[in-house]
Nanobody, 124 residues
Framework: QVQLVESGGGLVQAGDSLRLSCAASGRTVSALLMAWFRQAPGKEREFVATISWSGSAINYAGFVKGRFTISRDNGKNTVYLQMNSVKPEDTGVYYC?????????????????WGQGTQVTVSS
């Protein structure tokens, strides 16, 4: 089992920056592929970014458009999402997810472990 705990969310203004963290514990060797998803009120959970174990394979959703950066520190068992130039439409609950297989996927159902989420609210 892998436990994931997100932190770093909050209320910010449009154009601000925010860094989310996801700390993994337990059987972290099963967290080969890490990802961030988000869910806005009344909407389905959507893919934001994913990163492989080595960090060599990174994928972003189109709406990121160079504003967000995903990274990981395996020594600290932590994945980060640096969010710059945030917009009101970035508002939602951000979830960290882990997958035991390193095959890249953007489907939430393909992920094995989830955190509880951290709220990000961007005011205009």
């Amino acid at each position: 089992q892998v436990q994931l705990v997100e932190s770093g969310g909050g209320l910010v203004q449009a154009g601000d920056s925010l860094r989310l963290s996801c700390a993994a514990s337990g059987r972290t060797v099963s967290a080969l592929l890490m990802a961030w998803f988000r869910q806005a009120p009344g909407k389905e959970r959507e893919f934001v970014a994913t990163i492989s174990w080595s960090g060599s394979a990174i994928n972003y959703a189109g709406f990121v458009k160079g504003r967000f950066t995903i990274s990981r520190d395996n020594g600290k068992n932590t994945v980060y999402l640096q969010m710059n130039s945030v917009k009101p439409e970035d508002t939602g609950v951000y979830y960290c997810a882990a997958r035991a297989r390193e095959v890249v996927t953007t489907e939430p159902s393909d992920y094995d472990y989830w955190g509880q989420g951290t709220q990000v609210t961007v005011s205009s």
